[in-house]
């Protein structure tokens, strides 16, 4: 049997987050009626023109910064001609020639566990088609469709990469990178569930050690990490198997099937002159000056794989739980928040991943939801820190904060959390436990040392667990060893 490697390339559409369309400004907003949000422009109408939205460009500029492109200072549109009923012109306005980004990448871990650097070739800018509204469950099982163009131009960009990646593994690795990046960046809402990222996977296999690619198929219709990983194991199954019975593959589009777990035909794959492209004449070139990318550069936060490496290799956070925490850009932030007003990363990262999750995770609310403050947070531990309150008063404490909404210090007071440091007072309870406990006292002084934890927790019960257990400690000692 021949062994295969497989050959991956990534195709992602993100729409952008802008108020209005990109030619137009009818609002992109997604929970309208059918046909509500389109007017003469965007439904292709004869005699209109064009305007392109300034907001489209700035994100697709961001997108690109965030995916370490170059961004072309002279980019173009073209048309894409193709007759389809999601597409009210006949054809879509794209770049073809002159994309608007080039050259990125990304750096996702590969199966070994190593980076990897996948190359990005390309980010372009374009207009989404309209959406066909089955009767039936699928476009396969349906008697009929209905178009709506809600979204029928709104603003998307088409991430294309190279040919880099060798698993299904590694695709769904970096369809997760991409998503968190473009969410960093805030230039998509990037739900794949709701369409707003879209991937498409081409696949290849070639013999081990076979330097030109195979034919290549193109799979469709991919709405979540799983169905990318089940569909690229599914096609990889598919092609192993004709290439050993000596078929031919050929190149082809796919539609993915997540209930059934397959993937059928919907048609030859097109090459890129099937579909006549030519320069869109409505729009005047796009230019870019440095001063804008500038401008845009600055608007850019950390991006998730920089977090990563600051959590890791400048707070020595595991890499389990740095990635716990950038992977969820809420959490990040609140980390952060934190850590601004209490510079200890890993006592920080222990309670948020421990505690503060487990309270998230019982309750109904999203970590975005809750009404914890960080500073209040970074003050309790602070108090715990400082010996005023112990471990198991704080969490019981942070359990009041997240339900009440109150200050720490007043739930302290309130439930009589405070810490007894106070010298005079431990002195008085040690003295009462050591005349009560006459026998352990002198095993104590025999040397028999484990008499101490017993004296101790004597200690603690008298004092309701309230006692700051190294001052008692001390005392302890101290009165033991010297009276
Ligand atoms: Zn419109």
């Not at 802008?18 to 439904?43: G, Q, R, W």
């Not at 352990?440 to 603690?460: E, H, N, S, T, W």
Request: net charge negative; hydrophobic share 35%; aromatic share 8%.
């Amino acid at each position: 049997m021949t062994q295969y490697e497989t050959v991956i390339g990534l195709e992602f559409h993100a729409e952008l987050k802008t108020k209005t369309k990109i030619f137009c400004s009818c609002p992109t907003d997604f929970s309208a009626e059918p046909n509500t949000h389109v007017c003469p422009v965007c439904l292709g109408l004869p005699g209109v023109l064009p305007v392109l939205n300034k907001r489209a460009v700035e994100l697709a500029i961001k997108a690109g910064l965030a995916l370490n492109c170059q961004i072309s200072h002279l980019s173009k549109f073209d048309r894409k001609n193709y007759f389809y009923p999601d597409l009210p012109k006949g054809y879509q306005v794209t770049q073809f020639p002159l994309p608007i980004c080039t050259n990125g990448y990304l750096i996702i871990k590969d199966d070994a566990g190593n980076d990897k650097r996948i190359r990005i070739n390309r980010i372009h800018l374009e207009e989404d088609a309209g959406k066909l509204v089955h009767s039936g469950t699928t476009i396969a099982t349906s008697a009929y469709s209905l178009p709506d163009y809600n979204r029928a131009a709104v603003p998307l960009i088409e991430i294309v990469t190279e040919p880099d990646l060798s698993s299904a593994e590694e695709a769904k690795n970096f369809a997760e990178m991409l998503k968190l990046t473009l969410q960093y960046a805030a230039v998509s809402d990037v739900k794949m569930e709701q369409g707003s990222l879209r991937c498409d996977v081409n696949i290849s296999l070639r013999p081990q050690g076979q330097k030109e690619l195979g034919v290549k198929t193109e799979i469709k219709n991919l709405n979540s990490f799983r169905s990318i990983l089940r569909a690229v194991a599914y096609e990889q199954t598919r092609q192993t198997e004709a290439l050993d019975n000596g078929e031919r593959i050929i190149q082809e589009t796919l539609t993915w099937d997540d209930d059934n777990g397959t993937a059928f035909s919907m048609r030859s794959k097109e090459d890129a002159h099937d579909y006549h492209y030519f320069p869109e004449p409505d729009l005047v070139p796009t230019i870019v000056e440095q001063d804008w990318i500038d401008e845009v550069a600055k608007e850019l936060p950390e991006l998730p794989q920089k977090r990563k490496y600051r959590l890791v290799d400048q707070y020595g956070l595991s890499d389990y739980d740095a990635s716990t925490i950038v992977n969820n850009p809420v959490l990040a932030l609140f980390f952060d928040r934190v850590l601004y007003h209490y510079d200890d990363p890993k006592t920080v990262a222990n309670w948020l991943l421990g505690e503060i999750s487990r309270l998230v995770k019982s309750s109904e609310e999203e970590i975005e939801m809750i009404s914890l403050k960080p500073d209040d947070v970074a003050y309790l531990l602070t108090q715990v820190k400082e010996g005023a309150i112990n471990n198991n008063s704080a969490k019981a404490v942070l359990e009041e904060m997240f339900q009440t909404g109150k200050e720490p210090d007043a739930i302290i007071k309130e439930k009589g959390f405070a810490q007894i440091s106070d010298t005079s007072a431990l002195q008085d309870a040690v003295k009462a436990v050591i005349s009560a406990n006459p026998q352990p006292v002198a095993d104590y002084r025999q040397g028999k040392k484990q008499a101490l934890g017993f004296l101790l927790g004597q200690i603690m019960k008298a004092t309701g667990g309230q006692a700051n257990p190294q001052a008692v400690r001390e005392i302890l000692i101290n009165a033991l060893d010297n009276e």
